[in-house]
């Protein structure tokens, strides 16, 4: 509750409600590690029953995936360029890279969406077997948390835009930050996990 | 925790060209090696786990701050309960049943 | 994709249902008559439901788990009349399975968890030394989506069907094959929403803990009660998501014909028990730990002692929530893991006995040459530890793999775990209560009233489940809505049965002393009417909005104690006081409970359209809530001062009473 203002400390962390605020995102963050990996222990139980649907490696086209793993490791490194210019306190820089990121991310769910047509024209919906029910509640959920951190972000970037850098929008900065990162870890865990295992086995 | 007020965002970049090159080298392990699928998946399970930490720690700054320490034990228990949720159900649901 | 008819959407063809059904629409046509007719509707939004007040809030939760007792309490009742004699006809099967269901449902997750949510936000700032959670408008949204699920889950028994699966809602079962009706829907969505709100509850206590506690307050000396609500939100954090998780592929699941957890097309059915469980085990302990927090402060307060082996009792705590993640095959054992499997969750199972023994061993000792006061609160103490330990015992027994196989799915189960909730929760919330109820009202409880309430609730709770205990031995199954003559089980179910009546009976004196109390009990008392040891009795009774003038220093454990013992004076010194900053109160929160309830309702109905509609408004809500930066306000000195001369004058007997 303190309005206590330590000048000392990057914006996003001079008042205690705002170390407060990204303290419990980071428990966010812990509750949301435990959601996925519960997801991910689904798709390890019930991603190989493909009952008599098609198979996940007939239908994986590596290319994309690559394509699509670079683009959003690129924009958690731009969204932490993003993060670097704000505390540098400049304000264009930081909206700059912002812009930047959401493009990428908005390009990385472009090659996601399109992957998800292919597979259901070839005949893998998220009724088809436990295993593209699995497929699709992982990466769907995954998809749903990035679609949402784009609405977010530009949410706070409008906010940005009328009131400018001060500690309440650096702080939502670093938060969605954090966010768009941890997406990142999440789809290096699928790249592995789902795409190179599958992909192998 | 500092001012980075000027310079260039050298963690930052090292990040990205770290976690790109782990990035490939798991794809090219995982597709160009003759390699046992257990000791592929050894390997791209461990550089998943380290490309976890560099965006912990590189990107997303996990220790700074007075609650850094919160935040790595946080990080760690989280760790804990993934690796039981995923590890556990895997082998309760899939394993064990062989057995009889 | 719909198929649900119209007609089938009031469920109201049963004379027991329509009683119901009656007896619910006038009590809310009553309830609203009456509001207006005191002219109390702008009081009740601005004080109660645009509230962020800790207090409030903790306040509410306790009010709807109340409601929530009487509500699963019936359900009990309904069922024990049921098997009272042999072959009874007063339920059916099909509606004896909707009654067991919401009894488990209820009682879990709508009376224990409220009660122990509302007494940790009555409580836990107050501990600390802080004003308020560190997220007050989050807190007021937690109760408002908890309250959402709770009246979702209550209106399905007239509005479309119960559910009827088990609390377990095991699949096949609880699939769409198997239950086709609405019933299900109701459970995957209602506890959806519920869910939520706790997962944002248990948030927000951890940050509580770890940011706001007062000067001097280090981790090493907070009570009791604030560990255990600390250690039971971290497990909260843990062990939620997977819930959400399960009722959302559930929900998949039964809508929109995914193959998680239905037969065909290679799911798993078990898969849902690993899930349910990988929650469910967790959960226990997120309901006992707090209370075993209750139990901590009300027997050092009332043996007039420091808590014996406080960081044992800490550290086994932390040992009880690393271990409880690791525990939850055994409550399926019967899937037949093989052996490997079974044996590592034996030994873990019996190992969470370890460090329960040792909190056991300390209360006694706490209690050990004290000067007990046997106050009502600590009755429910004192006959926690034997009952409790019944129940931890036959505990240990299931705890064996092969052993099991033979109690599982009997009563002997269902007695052993009322012998661990009952005791190790129902018994503290009401220890709990009689404890701090004038710190939430201003008034105490009636002690005679309380002693009644007691003697009746724990002789009524034994002598309706240890009969139990024989039955299940015998090999009576749980979950069977009747029985043979010939079973010679009879005899015992009828002694179950009147235990129920008497258990009910002591509720009911409960209630009348909440009333009786209400009314006539005696307002002018101290701010520390028990002599106690904690923070929370250095402020007045009721506590005043703000709750400390200036936050207080710390520097021992039993932080009010040590205060009391140095004739530390609570007289105010005009000059430390200063403008306190507030948060404001928001009707957001229950905007969001609003567009929940609409949304979850259609959901449940599968009016997939009309549900993203109302979906909208959630979107709606958190937009707003990005937009505003609405920064609280400041309370001037000159009230500070009015408001703390009013309490402080009545007695100036502050530091007289330390034995």
């Known amino acids: 509750m303190s309005a206590k203002v330590n000048t000392a400390l990057p914006l996003e962390y001079q008042t205690l409600q705002n170390q407060m605020n990204i303290l419990g995102f980071w428990i ?174 | 925790m500092k001012h980075q007020t000027a310079g260039f965002p050298k963690s930052q970049i090292f990040g990205l060209i770290l976690s790109l090159v782990m990035t490939f080298g798991a794809g090219f392990i995982a597709l160009k090696t003759s390699l046992s699928f257990g000791v592929i998946m050894a390997i791209i399970g461990t550089l998943a786990l380290i490309q976890a930490g560099l965006q912990l720690f590189m990107f997303m700054h996990v220790s700074e701050g007075e609650d850094g320490k919160t935040n790595i034990i946080n990080m760690l228990y989280s760790l804990f309960c993934a690796i039981v949720i995923v590890f556990g159900t895997i082998w309760v649901m899939t394993l064990g049943t062989h057995t009889h | 994709m719909s198929n649900i008819q119209w007609n089938h959407i009031l469920v109201i063809n049963d004379p027991l249902l329509l009683g119901a059904f009656i007896s619910m629409v006038l009590s809310a046509i009553g309830a609203v008559a009456l509001v207006t007719y005191l002219k109390r509707w702008g009081w009740l939004w601005r004080e109660w439901i645009t509230t962020v007040d800790h207090k409030k809030i903790g306040i509410m939760y306790i009010l709807t788990a109340v409601l929530m007792f ?125 869910g939520i709100g706790t997962l944002m509850s248990g948030i927000n206590f951890i940050v509580t803990v770890l940011k706001m506690r007062t000067k001097g307050m280090t981790l090493m000396r907070m009570p009791m009660f604030t560990w255990t609500s600390f250690v039971t939100s971290i497990i909260i954090v843990a062990a939620f998501p997977i819930f959400t998780v399960a009722l959302a592929l559930m929900t998949l699941d039964r809508l929109y014909g995914t193959h998680f957890f239905t037969l065909s097309g290679g799911g798993m059915d078990m898969l849902w028990a690993n899930l349910f469980w990988l929650w469910g085990h967790p959960e226990v302990y997120i309901v006992a730990l707090p209370a075993f927090g209750i139990f901590s402060e009300v027997i050092s307060t009332f043996s007039r002692k420091t808590l014996y082996g406080y960081k044992t009792m800490v550290y086994s705590i932390v040992t009880i929530a690393g271990l409880s993640m690791v525990v939850w095959v055994h409550h399926f054992y019967t899937m037949g893991s093989g052996p490997a499997i079974n044996s590592f969750f034996s030994i873990t199972t019996m190992l969470i006995a370890v460090p329960t023994g040792v909190k056991i061993f300390n209360w006694l000792f706490t209690m050990r040459k004290g000067r007990i006061q046997f106050t009502t609160a600590m009755l429910w103490a004192l006959a926690f530890v034997p009952n409790f330990v019944i129940g931890g015992v036959t505990g240990v027994m299931l705890a064996m793999a092969a052993a099991d196989y033979q109690y599982h799915n009997t009563l002997f189960l269902v007695a052993h775990f009322h012998y661990v909730l009952i005791p190790g929760v129902v018994f503290a919330v009401f220890a709990g209560l009689y404890y701090w109820w004038p710190k939430m009202f201003g008034h105490m409880l009636n002690e005679k009233l309380g002693k009644w309430h007691f003697w009746l609730f724990v002789i009524g709770f034994n002598v309706t489940f240890m009969p139990m205990f024989f039955l299940g031995l015998k090999g009576a199954v749980r979950r069977a809505y009747t029985f043979s003559m010939e079973s010679g089980f009879a005899s015992l179910f009828l002694v179950s049965a009147i235990g129920s009546i008497i258990l009910a009976a ?147 007997e502050v530091n007289t009473h330390v034995s």
């Open chain 1, 28 to 201: 966010f963050l812990g509750a949301e590690i435990v959601l996925f990996a519960t997801l991910f222990g689904v798709y390890g139980v019930l991603g190989t029953r493909f009952a008599d649907g098609p198979i996940l490696k007939d239908l994986i086209v590596m290319q994309d995936v690559f394509i699509q793993t670079v683009l959003l490791l690129v924009s958690s490194f731009t969204c932490g360029i993003a993060i670097y210019e704000m505390r540098r306190n400049n304000v264009k820089g930081l909206m700059t890279w912002l812009i930047i990121t959401l493009g990428l991310g908005a390009g990385f769910l472009f090659m996601e969406i399109r992957e998800f047509l292919h597979y259901i024209h070839a005949g893998a919906t998220i009724q088809t077997s436990a295993a593209f029910s699995s497929f699709f509640a992982l990466l769907g959920t995954h998809g749903l948390h990035v679609t949402l951190g784009i609405c977010w972000a530009v949410a706070i970037m409008v906010q940005i835009k009328k009131r400018g850098l001060t500690s309440d929008t650096a702080r939502k900065v670093f938060i969605i930050g954090l966010y768009w990162h941890f997406l990142d870890v999440v789809w290096i865990f699928i790249y592995t996990f789902v795409y190179l295992k599958g992909a192998v086995a």
């Open chain 3, 70 to 194: 009487f509500r699963g309490g019936i359900d009990g009742l309904l069922m024990k009349v049921q098997t009272s004699r042999p072959e009874m006809e007063f339920l059916n099967a099909q509606h004896y399975n909707e009654i067991f269901t919401t009894h488990g449902v209820i009682m879990i997750l709508f009376v224990a968890m409220p009660f122990l949510i509302g007494i940790m936000n009555v409580i836990v700032p107050l501990q600390i030394g802080a004003r308020d959670v560190a997220f007050p408008q989050l807190n007021a949204l937690s109760f408002w989506l908890f309250l959402s699920g709770a009246v979702l889950f209550n209106i399905s028994f007239v509005v479309g069907g119960s559910p009827d699966a088990g609390w377990t809602s095991y699949f096949p079962l609880a699939g769409k094959e198997f239950s086709p009706g609405i019933g299900n829907n109701y459970y995957a969505v209602a506890l959806q929403i519920a």
């Open chain 3, 506 to 652: 002591g509720f009911a004196v409960f209630c009348y002393n909440i009333y009786w109390s209400a009314r006539y009990a005696d307002r002018n008392i101290s701010h520390d009417p028990w002599d106690a040891r904690t923070l929370e009795w250095a402020t007045t009774n009721p506590v005043q909005y703000y709750n400390f003038a200036t936050l207080p220093e710390v520097k021992k454990l039993d932080a009010f104690w040590e205060m009391k013992k140095n004739q530390d004076s609570l007289a105010l010194h005009a000059k430390e006081l200063e403008e306190i900053h507030m948060p404001s109160n928001s009707g957001l929160p229950f905007f969001m409970f609003v567009v929940f309830t609409i949304a979850g309702f259609l959901l449940v109905f599968e009016w997939h359209l009309a549900a993203a509609i109302a979906a909208i408004g959630i979107v709606a809500g958190l937009l707003i809530r990005s937009f505003d930066y609405d920064q609280g306000y400041h309370v001037h000195v000159k009230e500070v001062v009015e408001t703390e001369r009013a309490w402080r004058k009545v007695e100036g």
